[in-house]
Structure formats: C-alpha cells, structure tokens
C-alpha cells in the first residue's frame, strides 16, 4: 500500500497539489473506504480504477466534501484542508464532475454551466452584485460548447437533451471553472468516440497548463490512451499506486480484481494485451448468428417522430443480437423510445410477430413481449428509495397485474439469483438500491428487464459504468439468452457507443445518422475503423 | 404573415406559455365582466383589484419564490396577523414611533421565516409541516396579544391609508404602489440575481444544486427569510388597508397565495415559472371576487360553488391549451 | 321611478343563525322591490372591504353591512362617504374615528346578550341561595366578536354573586361537533362537578347537550344549560327539557332594514342606534313559542 | 428525481437514517418508533396532570372514559389520515377532504331525515364521495392539473354544494339508527372504531396482497421510471384519489351520526389539515414514496390526544395555537436524525 516514492513518469515537481493518506469511510454496515491514500501531482492525469463498488466515487465525494471522512487527513499545496461542501471545494480549487449528471434540468444549458458564477454587467458599483449578463453569458456558453463540437440552442432547457449531450454540459461546466484540481467521475461513460477524443484533447492541453486531473473510468482504452499514473482500488483499499507505462492492461485488471499477477482474466485484457496485433477487429465470434429464415419478431417500417426520428425500417429476429451505432444525438435512444411505446410515434407503424401493433405506452409493449433498459438510469430507470429486491421484481410485477403481488419467496429467490449472476456488489437484496454504486445500479436495472424474460430486450447503453470485468460476462451472459436453442432465444436490440462491444455481440448492424437511417451491416462486414467512418457518415 | 405565425409559434413553445395563457384568460374574465355588468370596466375597478390585493399580492411574491425552490410556506398568512397585531400594539401600546415599528415588523417576519427556513434546512423537515407549526404559531402569538382587535390611529399610519394617488383617471392607495414595487423587485431578484437563480437550480433539483456549488443551505434559509418579510410587509400594508391589528385577519390566505402563484403558470413541485405569473394570479382571484360582487344575486353557497367552477374552468382551460401546444411543439 | 338599489355585505355563512338573517334580507328586499346587491364575504374582513369597494364602484344607493369585525372600517367608508353613499350597520357594530361615517346600526348588542344570560342565571341561583355553582363555558371562535362580548356581558353579571364560579372556559368555534367534543373532555375532569354551561351559541350547547346526555347525565337538570341565539333547535330542546333558556339573538332584521333604506335615501332623520327586540326565552315558554320560530 | 434524493448515493446526509433503520433491526431503529414515543409522552403528561385519565368505567353497558373519547373523535381523522396517506405516497395532496366530508355527511343525514331508508342515505353519501374521489382523479391523473390546485377547486366548490343541499340550515336528525355508525358501541366499544379498523385492515391487506403498495411507492418516487416499468401510473394516481375521498367520505358519515346532524357549514372544516398533519407525524414524506399506514394513525392519535389533553387541563383557548405548534416541533425535530446527532454532539461535550 506505500506508494512508489519516484517514479519516472512522474512531473517535475516532487510535492503533491494534493494528498489524501488514511482516508476511512464507513456507512452503516458497508465498510467504503479503509486506510485509502492518493496522491495527485499538479501537470497530471492521474486515472482511479477499480471495480464497481471498490470506492472511486466514494472518494471523490470525501475528497469534495460531500462526505466527511471517518478518518484521515487531506492536504492542498501543503495546507490541511477538511470541505464541508462542494461549493467550499470549488473554492478551494476543486472542479468536480460526479457520476450521475448532476445538473438542473429546468435550466436552460448556458445556466447550467454558468450558474454560481454568471457574467455580469459591471454596473460601476454594483460590481459583483450587478444583474447578470444573460446575453454574454448565452454568448460563452455557445462558444464553450461550439469547442466541443456540440452546437446546440443553448437557452433550451437542459431536459430537452439527451443524457450524453447533459455529460458534455457538466463537463463544459467543470472545464470552465478555473482551478488547480479537476475530478472527473466515469465522464465518458455515455460518450462515443469523437467525443471522448474532444474531451481528451482539452484535458491534454489543461494538463500541458499544470493542472492536476483526477480521472475515473472503466475503459482500460481510454486510460492508457490519457493517464499518467493510475491508482488501483480494490474493495475500499488502495491496491497501489502506479506510472502508466509500467503497468500493462493485464496486470492492471489482475490488480483490479484481486487476481496474481499473470493470469488471463479476459477478454478485454487478453485483446489488448495483444497490443502488437495490428487489427483490433480480430473478434472471432464465439457463436453462430439467429437462423435467418426465421420471421422477424418485430417489424418497423417508416417508423417516426416530428424533430426526433425520420422514418426508419427495422426488423429484428428472435434469436439475433441487432446492434445500433451512431453518433450522439443520431437517434438511437429515440429509436428504442419509440419501439418500446415510451414516446408515441406519429408515422409508421409497428408489426409483432405480423401482427400490425400501435403502441400507446410502455404497457402495450411489455405486453406485446418487449423490454427496455433506459440509458438514463437516474431518472428512467432507478426507483432510488426502494430495494435492490424490490427494484428487480418491479417491471415483472407490473407484467403480472397488480392484483397479485409475487410471493415474497419468489421475490428474494429471484433478487438472489440476479445478484449472484450479475455480481451485483449489495450488502443485501434490502439495500434500498440508491446505496449501491454507479455500476451495480446498472446491474440491477438489467436484472429488472431479464426477470421479465421478454422476447425483444431493448438494451439502451446497458453497460454504462459496468467495470472491465463485468461487462464481458454480463454481455456474454445477455447474447447467450438470445443465442439458444434455435432461435427461440431472446431478440436483443442493442444500442452502445461503445464500438468494440456492439462489433463483438451483434449479429447485424444498423447505422443511424442524423436521425435517419445509415445503412445495416452484416457480422463481419465491418472493422472497427470502417465501422467509425460509417457513424461519423465518410460513405457507407 | 408568417413571421407573426412563427413568432406566435415561439410564444408557444417558450417556457412563459402558461404564464402568457394565464394572462389572456384574465382578459377574457375581464371582458366578460365588462360585457355583463354596467360600471364594471372602469378605471377605478381595474385600480381597485390592485388596491384591494395589494397584500395578497407582496404574500404571493414571497410565496413565489419559496414555490420555485420546491419548498411551501402556510405561515405568511398568520405571520401577516402577527405583524398587524404587532404592529397596532407597538403603535397604541407601546408608542413607538411608526418608523420604528415598521422596521421592527419586518425584522421580525424576517426573523421568523429564516427560522423556519433553518428548521427545514438543518433539521430536513419538510416545508409543509414547519410552515404549518408556523401557521397555528403565528396565530396563537396574535391572540396572546390581544384576542380583541386593536384600532391604530397613530397619524402616519391613516395617512398612509386615506391617502389617493391619483393615475389614469383614477386612484391607487399607497399600499398598492408598494406592492407593485415588490412584484418588480422580486422579478428582479429572481431573473437578475445569483440568489433569484440558486432558487431555481433547487427547485429543479436541490441535490445537483449541492453538487454544483451552490450554496444551498444560505439560499434556503434566505428564501423563507424573504418569504417571512413579505408576509410582515403585506402585513403592514394590510394594517394601512385595515387600520387594525387583529388575530383574525387575513385567515386562509396561504391557500390564496398559493392558488395565485400556481394559476400564474408556477409549478408546484418546483423550478418552473416566474414570478411576474403571481400578479396575473392575483388579479385573476380579485377578477373573480369583483365579478361575484357586481353579480350580487349569488348566494352564499352559490358563491363558494362558482369561484370552484370559475377556478375549474381557468385552470382546465390553461392546462389544455399548454399541454395541446407542448404536444405540438415536441 | 328606478328601484332602489342596495348592496349588502355579508360576514359569511357559518352558523344557522347566520343563514337566517341572510335569508330575512334577501325576502325582505324583494317583498320591498328593492334591487339587492348580496356579496358573501366568507368571513374575511378584506373580502367585506372588496365588496364595499365594488358597490361604491356600481354606484349603489345605499350600502348595508353586517361587519365581520369592529375596526378597520375608516377608509373604505371615507370612500363612501366621498361617493355620497350612505352607510348602515346592521347585527354588528364598527368602531370609526368619526361615527357620522355610517348613518345608523341596527342590531343586537352582544354584550347585552352575555348580561342577559348572566341575570337569567343569577335569578336562577336565589332559587338556592347557599349552594355553589359550578359554570364551565364553550366560547365561539376565539377573537370573534361575540365571543368576546357575550364573555364580558356574562361575566360583570354573574361577579356580583360570590357562589357562581367560572371554572373552565375553552372554545367550541360556534360548532356542534367542537361543543360536543370539548363537553365531552370537560365531563370527564371529575376534579369539580359541573352545574352551570353557558353556551355562546344554540349549536355548541345542542353539542353539548349529546355529550352530556352521552355521559348518562340529564341535560337540563343534572346540568343547568344557558345558550343564546334561539334558533329552532334550542326550542325544540327546550322543549325536550334538555336546555333551560336561550337568549335571543334576532337575526330577522329584513323588514327593519328595508324600511330603514327608504328612509336614509329619502333624507328621513334615522336613530343612530336601532336596537332589535330580543327576548330571553326560558323553557317554560318554549312549547308556545316553538311555532312562531321562523328560523 | 426529488423524492428519491432522500437516500440518493449521493445523498450523504440522508442517506444515513435509511440504512440505520435497516442494520440497527432492533426496536430502537424502528421508524413507527418515534411518533409512538411522542404519542406516549403525551399520555404520560396526561397521567401526571390529569386525575382518572385512564380511569374507564362501564356506562350503559359499554366502555366509558378519556381514553375511549379520544378514540371516537379520532376515528374521523384516521380515515382522513388513511385516505391522505395514499395519496401523499404518490407524491400528491387532497386540500378537499373536508368538503367531501360536508357532503357525504350532509347528503346522508338530510336523506335520513327526510326519511328515506338507512341504507339508502349511507349509500347515497358514500357514492357522493366516489363522485368527488372520482373528480379529483380525473383532474389530477386524465387532465395533469396540479394535486393542490385541482382539489383546491373541489375544496371550494364542494362545500358550497353541500349549503346548497341544506339551505345552509343545520339538520338535525332524529332517527336512533343513523347514530349507531358514529356514536353507537359494539361489544362495548365505540362503533367509529370498528369501522376505522375495518378500513385499515383492508387497506393494510391490499398493501400486503397486492403490489399496491409497491406501486404506489414506485410512482410516488420515481414516476418517469414506473411508466417505463409497465405500471400504470394514471389509474394508480386516479384511484388514490377516488380511495382517499372514500375514507373522507366514510368520516364525513361517522361525524354527521355522532353529532346527529347535516352540518354542511362546520362538519370537516380544516379536516385536510390535520390529515396531512398526521400523515407527516407518522414519518409520511410529502415528497412521496415513503409511508406507513400504522404511522398515520399514530400521527392521528397524537393530534386528537393532544386536543384533548388541551381542553382537559384547562389551558386558555387562546394560548391552544401556541401549544399545538410547540408541539408539533417538538415532535417533528424529535424525529428529525440531523437534531439527534446535534444534541449528541452537545451531549458529548
Ligand atoms: N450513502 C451510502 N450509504 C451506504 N453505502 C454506500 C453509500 N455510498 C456508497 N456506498 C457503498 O460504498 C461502496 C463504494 O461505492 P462507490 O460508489 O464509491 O463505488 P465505485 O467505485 O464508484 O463504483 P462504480 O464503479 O460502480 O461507480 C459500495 O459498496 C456502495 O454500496
Ligand atoms: N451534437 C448534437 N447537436 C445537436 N443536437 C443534438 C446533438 N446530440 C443530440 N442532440 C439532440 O438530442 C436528441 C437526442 O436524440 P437521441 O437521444 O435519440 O440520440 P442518441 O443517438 O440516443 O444519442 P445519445 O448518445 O445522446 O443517447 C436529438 O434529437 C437532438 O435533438
Ligand atoms: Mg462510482
Ligand atoms: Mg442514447
């Protein structure tokens, strides 16, 4: 647990911009954080990894004054410091992204980065009191985001975009705050590509202006391809604290779970372990795609919504995994809203098994045999206050009628199920499921939808904040559903802008781009890079 | 042509709408008042709904604003007796001069709303129950004054309340003035102020509020604090109106407040609306009242039956015309 | 000729006694050809003043009201006053800092009341002049006007005698339900037995008379009641022997406003103070009485 | 979303109360806990301060005493309290259970004295009361109003329908059945009691049977989440509205037998608010999602009994308001885990 006193990575100046040793954190019952220390050097990005529930956020929220520390000390350029809130932390030069968006939704985008520290119109005296400036404010904020290639009306309110648009905002805001220490909790969870890439290239040149970043995330990509040292969680300790370049991805996943050093522990670390292997494409499919002559399970055709959705076809087959690629903002969430009956569709129309069906409400479709797990799990997915139990059995529930309620045996036998399949990290299936981390919240939304065994499962960003483990099972776990006996297995539709995955599960791809439809791909057809040029719309 | 189609299009979609049907409709009952009734459209009944509400109205500003942060305040009608009862004892009694009585009046609502505001901050009780203490609290400090009512007839305080401002032909109380300077002040500080925004960003959502930095606690306890002011200052002008202070006064008009706020397009559960809606709120309540006094035939039942029916068809005709343009719009 | 024209403000109508003199008024007007302007103001003082307001606004001939407290009447009646409409008070009275505000009152006077059910109780205890009587009260609304008054009347009365003791007094806001309830608490105190209740109004004695009755105790003679108002309830209790005497409180001032109307807008000279006949009203004549009740 | 910040992860501070009540099991962590122990003080003082409060003596063949009073006059309330809580769960509120009150209660008992059969007149009330339940509803959950404004509407309106029935007369009724409902005894106890327990051992049963409650809790914290889950959440907000007029209804009948009359004027004035006190007394969040039916009774229990306690010591009506506030701080902050940890901190110095 001592952290390597010199590393050569390491910047120039050996004092730490900030230091964290013998952080303690307990909840009742759930030990968060013991003995944690961390270190971060001003000039650098400095990834936190760890599974889901090792304590990364938890961290975060100690080291911005969310939380108080049960123990431990905190020192900022040398100076002890305790914040009793974020807004002391911002002070203090901490700039915070958390994980969930944490941003207001009634306010319009230029607000939302702004607000606590608006433009004003230096009315001579008034000075820090003079009205704020909305116009030059309005004015930044386009330009802010304009950097980061978002070019959006920025007096709308922030609930009119969708959650990826809502992380480049807080992220916009977080960049915008002028500090020594900038936090960024899993950013680039709901981000495609491009954008990662935009965000990286600030956080370089931030980096370049000695500024200590602070990074999480479960994409071993992204940290190798940003950080300069990682500091490893595991189980609310610190496993070690490590250069980037000394530490190759599978000793960094070994680290992560626990394992000794050299053993293979999957796919993602063993893929890229390769890092000679020139293709990263080189996914052999571990399965055989949905019989084709089989009839689709679902048919879409001309399918739309005014300013949302132009008219796309789709057909999906029970026993085939389709995937469904784009940029941000291409439509793909608005897509599965529609099939799904969420938002109402106002051209096309919607067959099941042939059967022509007009969905009215999510109701319709889950008792037409569909399933939806949102992208957005905050608010359309995590029903906070209630159980991890109670949170799993809930669109089954709904399925089966009220009149009924499962027999509490039933309820546990399949909270219990889900949580050991799913790993989910719970201190109990009574956990009220907002106690969770980030990741296992989103397990046990998937579990919520595979309790209801439906024969389409929309999956909208299902592995949003899964860790590197996780994942791989979890989606080997979903396409094995689909891939059984036959053909009678689950159709699964799903949707990631996470490219290496949909390549790996889907048997087919479709492309959407500006909200309309961009081509359909089968397995096979498409690399990685070919794939990326499709989205971003160089000809299909 | 089309540019009056588009801009049309774009009042509908923007935020305001509620707020703008809010105040078509108020025209509407207007007309209509004017159509049916003889005297109705004159100068000095439109002055009137404002002299009338003055009190209502600084409340509802206040109200306002504690409605945008998601919170409720049920006290500011008796913390508005509790001022006049102060008030009138500090002046008959006590014979403190009236300036200093003023001050003092104010001082205490502010006293009492931050107080509240603190219990709901610190303690996180909810809005509701603490305001609703504070209501029978308010009200029983009254009566622990006096149960009878106190006639004030300190000179500053009946000039102030005979004296007629005249504008457009006819007259407007002081009060009135007063009251419309809040409404402009409380737009102001809620559009033009860190403070006015941070109440917004707790309405939408108090944890990301947190979670940006704001300063949540002080803005709370400040909201309720504003809140408490203007419940004492509607207090004040309510004892220029009244020249009395009374334990009785002003009972049920937290529900009033809050029934103006939220027909001037404000959303309960928070974040949504302006505080410029309370003013079409309250006049659309006062609308009403006048309606029924020119009317003169109702019953006392019959009364009670028709402001729910007026109410009814206000607000249903509000949410449909909102909800048919949101539905279009999207 | 037009009609005359009359606006009337209402304090609200909360109590059947309320009713009733709402009931008088608007008969009356319209038996009289008298065009009536009728504003409910559901208790609240403002409304009252949005009323008077309105009626100066529509230029009525004359304003009557019934206030639904003392003070606070100077402006809005200065308004009045400024648009040559004459003013007159009826059941309450209103305290002004220049009385010629308002031409006349015409009502009952509530301290009175509270006097005249104390000499009821007082003729009542030379009946047995050594015992000690133990009186609880059931107060109206709290700071209402006849709450007060009908305490203090009652009160400087009954101080002349030493063996009439108030022991508790809470208040039963004019409700049956509230009567009842507190009669019920009040009975279950065995620290005192309880004599005398006095009633501000003819429902909260009805109440109470259900929570005595409730209690196995006769209401009538294990407890003297005294109540006021005499409306058609306490009459009929009356005469089921459960209520001992009401004191009138007349609410059919109709006719007597109607005629007072004409004359005020006619120039008549008027009496600043029209007191209405009220009886005291003891069981032994309820049966009699019963049928002539409008109320 | 707001109501389910409480335990939020992000959440520090209030994240805590809820898992405490979850690891500490024990009786001390129990949330019905406190507003028990605030119910128990109040009887405490009662012991100290009242002579023979607990005192029951047999009258007329039933139970007779303070205790048994406060019981009767709570029974209203309770149903109020029952019916508010449902609706408070799915995040809404019902200012109207006072005028469905007057109405049912005032429809009953004039059918009553106009003689028409018993059954008839409580049918007739209680279908008044579904009509109203069913106004809410429809306004709440079919036309999207706001909970406060649309029963706001009612809440002015429905009073005056129920002058209108009586004339603004108060009708007294003189027919012995009618009062069996609210002032009768069975086995020796108030009848009001049987009814309140019926009501609540439905109620409790449909929470536990069904996935009602589980709903309710849903919508009432995560609306936007439910509807994508497949819950129906209009007809669920609708019928919470429709039950909570019922059991207003239902009190509105209790309290027209126990005083034996239609009194349209008084009968459940301000009755939505000690409802919605009760509701909060008893741990309800108005920010929807948590509720305890067993709470809400307490929170009854303690309102009625402090009423009580109020008239029996004597205190001055005009000091009440002071006191019932005092006390609802009092209580309030007593469950509040943030003034706990305070005073431990003071404690401890
Ligand atoms: N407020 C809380 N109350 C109780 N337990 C909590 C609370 N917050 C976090 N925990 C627990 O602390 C542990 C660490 O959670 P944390 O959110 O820090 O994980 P993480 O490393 O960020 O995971 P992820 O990658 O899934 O976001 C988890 O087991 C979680 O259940
Ligand atoms: N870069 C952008 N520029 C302008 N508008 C955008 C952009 N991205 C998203 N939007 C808006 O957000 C909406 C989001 O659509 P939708 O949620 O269906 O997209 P998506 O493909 O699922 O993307 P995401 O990755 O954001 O979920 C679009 O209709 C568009 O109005
Ligand atoms: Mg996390
Ligand atoms: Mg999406």
């Given at each position: 647990m001592t952290p390597s006193q010199a590393h050569p990575g390491q910047p120039q100046t050996n004092t730490p911009v900030l230091a964290l040793s013998g952080i303690h954190k307990s909840f009742p019952g759930v030990k968060a954080l013991s003995n944690v220390s961390l270190r971060l050097f001003p000039g650098e990005v400095h990834t936190l990894m760890g599974q889901n529930g090792a304590g990364k956020s938890t961290l975060i929220k100690v080291l911005t004054g969310l939380y108080t520390p049960d123990a431990g000390h905190m020192m900022l350029d040398g100076q002890a410091i305790s914040p009793h809130s974020t807004e002391d932390a911002q002070h203090l030069g901490i700039s915070t992204v958390y994980q969930e968006v944490n941003l207001c939704p009634n306010l319009s985008v230029a607000e939302n980065i702004f607000i606590g520290r608006y433009p004003r119109h230096s009315a001579g005296l008034l000075g820090k009191f003079g009205p704020i400036a909305w116009a030059r404010m309005q004015a930044q904020a386009r330009r802010l985001l304009a950097d980061m290639d978002i070019h959006i009306d920025v007096k709308a309110p922030l609930s009119s975009y969708s959650l990826s648009i809502q992380q480049m905002v807080a992220i916009a805001r977080a960049l915008n705050i002028s500090a020594k220490v900038l936090i960024l909790d899993e950013p680039t969870s709901s981000l495609d590509e491009a954008a990662v890439q935009l965000l990286f290239r600030v956080l370089r040149q931030l980096r370049g202006q000695g500024m200590a970043i602070l990074f999480v995330t479960h994409f071993l990509e992204q940290t190798y391809a940003i950080s300069d040292r990682i500091t490893v969680m595991r189980n609310g300790e610190t496993e070690g604290e490590y250069p980037c370049a000394e530490l190759n991805r599978l000793a960094l996943v070994n680290k992560m779970v626990g394992a000794p050093d050299h053993v293979t522990t999957g796919r993602a670390a063993t893929a890229t372990a390769a890092e000679t292997t020139a293709s990263p494409l080189a996914i052999t499919p571990p399965h055989h795609a949905g019989r084709?002559?089989?009839?689709?399970?679902?048919?879409?055709?001309?399918?739309?919504?005014?300013?949302?959705?132009?008219?796309?076809?789709?057909?999906?087959?029970?026993?085939?995994?389709?995937?469904?690629?784009?940029?941000?903002?291409?439509?793909?969430?608005?897509?599965?809203?529609?099939?799904?009956?969420?938002?109402?569709?106002?051209?096309?129309?919607?067959?099941?098994?042939?059967?022509?069906?007009?969905?009215?409400?999510?109701?319709?479709?889950?008792?037409?045999?569909?399933?939806?797990?949102?992208?957005?799990?905050?608010?359309?997915?995590?029903?906070?206050?209630?159980s991890v139990r109670e949170n799993i059995i809930l669109a089954l529930q709904a399925r089966s009628g009220m009149a009924r309620a499962l027999p509490m045996q039933r309820q546990r036998a399949l909270a219990e199920d889900f949580v050991?399949?799913?790993?989910?990290?719970?201190?109990?299936?009574?956990?009220?499921?907002?106690?969770?981390?980030?990741?296992?919240?989103?397990?046990?939304?998937?579990?919520?939808?595979?309790?209801?065994?439906?024969?389409?499962?929309?999956?909208?960003?299902?592995?949003?904040?899964?860790?590197?483990?996780?994942?791989?099972?979890?989606?080997?776990?979903?396409?094995?559903?689909?891939?059984?006996?036959?053909?009678?297995?689950?159709?699964?539709?799903?949707?990631?802008?996470?490219?290496?995955?949909?390549?790996?599960?889907?048997?087919?791809?479709?492309?959407?781009?500006?909200?309309?439809?961009?081509?359909?791909?089968?397995?096979?057809?498409?690399?990685?890079?070919?794939?990326?040029?499709?989205?971003a719309g160089a000809s299909a | 042509?089309?540019?009056?189609?588009?801009?049309?299009?774009?009042?509908?979609?923007?935020?305001?709408?509620?707020?703008?049907?809010?105040?078509?409709?108020?025209?509407?009952?207007?007309?209509?008042?004017?159509?049916?009734?003889?005297?109705?459209?004159?100068?000095?009944?439109?002055?009137?709904?404002?002299?009338?509400?003055?009190?209502?109205?600084?409340?509802?500003?206040?109200?306002?604003?504690?409605?945008?942060?998601?919170?409720?305040?049920?006290?500011?009608?008796?913390?508005?007796?509790?001022?006049?009862?102060?008030?009138?004892?500090?002046?008959?009694?006590?014979?403190?001069?009236?300036?200093?009585?003023?001050?003092?009046?104010?001082?205490?609502?502010?006293?009492?709303?931050?107080?509240?505001?603190?219990?709901?901050?610190?303690?996180?009780?909810?809005?509701?129950?603490?305001?609703?203490?504070?209501?029978?609290?308010?009200?029983?400090?009254?009566?622990?004054?006096?149960?009878?009512?106190?006639?004030?007839?300190?000179?500053?305080?009946?000039?102030?309340?005979?004296?007629?401002?005249?504008?457009?032909?006819?007259?407007?109380?002081?009060?009135?003035?007063?009251?419309?300077?809040?409404?402009?002040?409380?737009?102001?500080?809620?559009?033009?102020?860190?403070?006015?925004?941070?109440?917004?960003?707790?309405?939408?959502?108090?944890?990301?509020?947190?979670?940006?930095?704001?300063?949540?606690?002080?803005?709370?306890?400040?909201?309720?604090?504003?809140?408490?002011?203007?419940?004492?200052?509607?207090?004040?002008?309510?004892?220029?109106?009244?020249?009395?202070?009374?334990?009785?006064?002003?009972?049920?008009?937290?529900?009033?407040?809050?029934a103006a706020v939220v027909i001037g397009g404000t959303m309960l559960s928070g974040g949504y609306g302006y505080v410029a809606g309370a003013l079409s709120g309250v006049l659309t309540l006062g609308l009403i009242q006048t309606l029924i006094a020119f009317d003169g035939s109702l019953s006392s039942w019959w009364t009670k039956i028709f402001i729910g029916g007026l109410l009814f068809v206000f607000c249903v005709v509000q949410r449909l015309l909102s909800r048919s343009t949101t539905a279009a719009a999207a | 000729a037009q009609p005359l024209v009359m606006g009337f403000s209402q304090v609200g109508a909360e109590s059947e006694w309320r009713t009733a003199n709402t009931a008088s008024i608007k008969d009356a007007a319209k038996k009289d050809g008298i065009t009536l302007k009728f504003a409910d103001a559901q208790q609240k003082q403002e409304n009252q003043v949005k009323a008077l307001r309105s009626f100066i606004a529509q230029k009525v001939d004359v304003i009557a009201f019934s206030p639904v407290v003392e003070s606070g009447w100077d402006?809005?009646?200065?308004?009045?006053?400024?648009?040559?409409?004459?003013?007159?008070?009826?059941?309450?009275?209103?305290?002004?800092?220049?009385?010629?505000?308002?031409?006349?009152?015409?009502?009952?006077?509530?301290?009175?009341?509270?006097?005249?059910?104390?000499?009821?109780?007082?003729?009542?205890?030379?009946?047995?002049?050594?015992?000690?009587?133990?009186?609880?009260?059931?107060?109206?609304?709290?700071?209402?006007?006849?709450?007060?008054?009908?305490?203090?009347?009652?009160?400087?009365?009954?101080?002349?005698?030493?063996?009439?003791?108030?022991?508790?007094?809470?208040?039963?806001?004019?409700?049956?339900?509230?009567?009842?309830?507190?009669?019920?608490?009040?009975?279950?105190?065995?620290?005192?037995?309880?004599?005398?209740?006095?009633?501000?109004?003819?429902?909260?004695?009805?109440?109470?008379?259900?929570?005595?009755?409730?209690?196995?105790?006769?209401p009538g003679k294990d407890i003297i009641i005294i109540s006021i108002d005499g409306v058609k309830g306490a009459f009929e209790a009356m005469v089921a022997g459960k209520l001992n005497v009401t004191v009138e409180c007349n609410p059919l001032l109709g006719p007597q406003l109607m005629q007072l109307a004409r004359d005020v807008v006619a120039g008549k000279p008027v009496a600043r103070r029209i007191t209405t006949t009220e009886g005291v009203f003891p069981a032994e004549v309820a049966a009699k009485e019963l049928p002539n009740r409008r109320y | 979303m707001h109501a389910a910040l409480p335990t939020s992860p992000s959440s520090p501070a209030a994240g805590t109360p809820m898992l405490s009540t979850r690891f500490s099991q024990g009786l001390m962590g129990h949330p019905l806990l406190r507003p028990l122990a605030a119910l128990a003080l109040l009887l405490l003082i009662d012991l100290c301060f009242i002579p023979g409060f607990f005192r029951l003596e047999i009258k007329d063949s039933h139970l007779y005493g303070s205790v048994i009073d406060i019981l009767n006059r709570a029974a209203?309330?309770?149903?109020?309290?029952?019916?508010?809580?449902?609706?408070?769960?799915?995040?809404?509120?019902?200012?109207?259970?006072?005028?469905?009150?007057?109405?049912?209660?005032?429809?009953?008992?004039?059918?009553?004295?106009?003689?028409?059969?018993?059954?008839?007149?409580?049918?007739?009330?209680?279908?008044?009361?579904?009509?109203?339940?069913?106004?809410?509803?429809?306004?709440?959950?079919?036309?999207?109003?706001?909970?406060?404004?649309?029963?706001?509407?009612?809440?002015?309106?429905?009073?005056?329908?129920?002058?209108?029935?009586?004339?603004?007369?108060?009708?007294?009724?003189?027919?012995?059945?009618?009062?069996?409902?609210?002032?009768?005894?069975?086995?020796?106890?108030?009848?009001?009691?049987?009814?309140?327990?019926?009501?609540?051992?439905?109620?409790?049963?449909?929470?536990?049977?069904?996935?009602?409650?589980?709903?309710?809790?849903?919508v009432g914290i995560n609306p936007v989440a439910s509807r994508l889950a497949g819950i129906r959440t209009a007809a669920l907000i609708f019928f919470v509205y429709v039950f909570c007029s019922a059991c207003a209804g239902l009190a509105g009948l209790l309290i027209a037998s126990n005083i034996k009359s239609a009194d349209a004027n008084n009968a459940g004035l301000l009755l939505e608010l000690d409802a919605i006190l009760a509701v909060t007394l008893g741990g309800g969040s108005l920010a929807g999602g948590k509720f305890s039916l067993a709470g809400s009774f307490i929170g009854a229990l303690i309102i009625q009994t402090l009423t009580y306690t109020i008239y029996a010591l004597g205190v001055p009506p005009e000091v009440n308001m002071v006191v019932k506030a005092s006390v609802v701080f009092v209580v309030c902050l007593s469950q509040s885990a943030e003034f706990k940890q305070l005073w431990r901190r003071l404690g401890s110095r």
């Open positions: 084709p002559q089989a009839a689709p399970f679902l048919q879409a055709q001309g399918l739309g919504r005014a300013a949302a959705l132009q008219g796309i076809d789709l057909s999906i087959r029970r026993g085939e995994v389709l995937g469904l690629c784009g940029l941000l903002g291409s439509g793909r969430t608005e897509t599965a809203r529609l099939l799904f009956g969420a938002d109402v569709a106002d051209s096309g129309s919607i067959a099941v098994k042939g059967t022509v069906q007009s969905f009215k409400s999510p109701r319709d479709a889950i008792a037409a045999g569909i399933g939806f797990c949102s992208e957005d799990r905050k608010h359309e997915g995590a029903v906070l206050a209630l050991q399949r799913l790993g989910i990290k719970t201190p109990d299936i009574d956990t009220p499921i907002g106690l969770l981390s980030g990741g296992n919240q989103q397990k046990a939304l998937l579990a919520r939808w595979l309790a209801t065994d439906p024969q389409l499962l929309i999956l909208d960003e299902p592995t949003r904040g899964i860790d590197v483990r996780a994942k791989e099972e979890i989606m080997d776990y979903v396409t094995a559903l689909s891939h059984t006996s036959e053909g009678q297995g689950m159709a699964i539709l799903f949707i990631s802008s996470e490219l290496p995955e949909v390549l790996h599960c889907s048997d087919r791809l479709m492309v959407l781009r500006d909200r309309k439809a961009g081509g359909e791909f089968g397995r096979g057809e498409l690399d990685e890079r070919r794939l990326l040029e499709v989205i | 042509m089309p540019t009056l189609l588009k801009s049309l299009h774009r009042l509908s979609t923007a935020p305001a709408f509620t707020a703008w049907v809010a105040l078509a409709l108020m025209l509407l009952l207007f007309a209509t008042g004017a159509a049916s009734y003889a005297g109705f459209a004159s100068v000095q009944v439109m002055l009137n709904l404002l002299i009338d509400n003055a009190f209502l109205l600084v409340i509802a500003v206040g109200m306002s604003l504690v409605i945008l942060s998601g919170g409720i305040d049920l006290s500011v009608g008796s913390v508005l007796a509790l001022s006049t009862m102060v008030a009138a004892w500090l002046l008959q009694t006590a014979h403190w001069p009236p300036q200093a009585v003023m001050v003092a009046v104010l001082l205490m609502g502010a006293l009492f709303g931050a107080a509240q505001g603190a219990l709901i901050h610190f303690f996180k009780l909810q809005p509701f129950i603490v305001t609703l203490a504070g209501m029978f609290l308010a009200r029983g400090l009254c009566y622990l004054i006096s149960i009878n009512s106190i006639t004030i007839d300190e000179p500053m305080f009946v000039a102030l309340s005979q004296t007629q401002l005249s504008v457009f032909g006819g007259f407007v109380s002081p009060g009135a003035v007063i009251a419309v300077l809040v409404l402009v002040a409380g737009v102001w500080l809620a559009h033009w102020t860190a403070f006015g925004r941070a109440v917004y960003a707790i309405g939408g959502n108090e944890q990301s509020a947190l979670m940006m930095g704001l300063p949540v606690g002080r803005t709370k306890v400040l909201i309720y604090a504003f809140s408490g002011v203007c419940a004492a200052l509607a207090g004040l002008l309510f004892s220029f109106y009244m020249l009395s202070g009374y334990g009785l006064h002003a009972q049920g008009t937290e529900l009033d407040a809050i | 402006t809005v009646l200065r308004e009045a006053r400024a648009a040559k409409i004459p003013v007159i008070l009826t059941d309450r009275a209103v305290s002004v800092s220049d009385p010629s505000l308002y031409v006349t009152f015409i009502g009952s006077d509530f301290v009175e009341e509270g006097r005249k059910a104390g000499r009821w109780l007082l003729d009542f205890a030379k009946k047995a002049p050594n015992a000690e009587l133990n009186i609880v009260e059931l107060q109206g609304t709290v700071g209402s006007a006849p709450a007060i008054d009908r305490k203090k009347g009652f009160e400087e009365i009954i101080a002349s005698n030493p063996k009439l003791k108030l022991s508790r007094s809470q208040s039963g806001d004019f409700t049956r339900a509230k009567g009842k309830e507190v009669m019920e608490a009040f009975l279950k105190a065995k620290d005192k037995k309880i004599d005398v209740l006095y009633a501000h109004n003819d429902d909260m004695a009805i109440g109470a008379i259900q929570a005595i009755e409730e209690a196995g105790l006769k | 209203p309330l309770m149903l109020a309290a029952l019916g508010m809580t449902l609706v408070i769960a799915t995040r809404g509120i019902d200012v109207s259970v006072g005028a469905v009150v007057a109405i049912s209660g005032t429809l009953a008992a004039l059918l009553v004295s106009s003689h028409a059969s018993l059954a008839l007149a409580l049918a007739a009330g209680m279908g008044a009361a579904l009509l109203c339940g069913t106004w809410n509803g429809a306004l709440v959950a079919g036309l999207g109003l706001q909970p406060i404004i649309a029963t706001l509407i009612l809440m002015v309106a429905g009073r005056g329908l129920a002058q209108l029935l009586t004339d603004g007369q108060i009708i007294t009724v003189y027919d012995p059945p009618f009062f069996y409902l609210g002032g009768g005894y069975l086995l020796g106890l108030p009848v009001a009691l049987f009814v309140v327990t019926a009501m609540f051992s439905l109620t409790a049963w449909l929470m536990r049977k069904t996935a009602l409650g589980l709903f309710i809790q849903a």
